[in-house]
């Protein structure tokens, strides 16, 4: 799970805290958390345009009102002035199924991200301000939140929240002329789903042959040869307005 936290107070302090009895909990750099309880794991990881610190000290946690125990508490804390922009990154993990994770500098704004692996599975998450280009990897992006998850070495869904544009290297891109509230993308065998909201036209660019295009469950088929495709919205709901096909 990823959180994000905005804040746009002239001085702010922010601080995540985690606490919880017979665990243990340490903090392996400055921007992350580990706590460990026999087999099963739990990552905080955190960044943002200001340096964050970890800490574990010793505090305490009410189960039932009048009791206390002894617990340790992790809090990860930031100080800036301005605009600030900071993010929370909560992994569970196992010593059976570890997870692989690092932090992403995708913009030289400060805004970043995070790459997850599990097995042959990997996400790669970007959180940005809407405006600046995003990108690490396979994946950019110009928005406030873009996912990408690829199994195996093949994009298996991916998504953009309050932007504009997206794009899988090799596989598909998405641009649309406003900023969409969400757009969610599913990669199927020779054919997309896409379920979108607050945007009325949209282009998408195909980097090999699909057969058809779902979009909020209403069916497009495309012809293999077409490259790229101009969807709009009307009276009477989504059509496809150009179908544009490949050179050659």
Known sequence: MGVADPKSARLCRWVDTYSKSNESVGNSAAWQIEVASNDAGLILASFGTTA??????????????????SA??????ATGKGIQSFATLIVPTSAQKPVRYSRQAVSPL?????????????????IGDQASKLGSGFL?????????RVLGGKALN???VCGQELEIQGCLEFVSKTVVNHCSVEFRKDWLEISLSGTDKFDLVFQSPI????IN????????RVRRASFERDANGWQLKLAQLAMG
Do not use: H
């Not at 950019?140 to 990408?148: D, K, V």
């Open 52 to 69: 964050s610190q970890a800490e574990v000290k010793q505090s305490w946690i009410s189960r039932c009102y009048g009791q206390c125990q």
């Open 72 to 77: 340790p508490m992790a809090s990860i804390t």
């Open 110 to 126: 400060g805004e970043g991200g995070f790459k997850l692996s599990l097995g042959n599975t990997q996400d790669t998450i970007l």
């Open 140 to 148: 950019s992006a110009i928005g406030a939140w873009a996912w990408l």
């Open 158 to 160: 991916a998504g953009l």
């Open 211 to 214: 057969s058809r295009v779902v």
């Open 217 to 224: 469950g209403v069916n497009f088929p495309i012809e293999r």
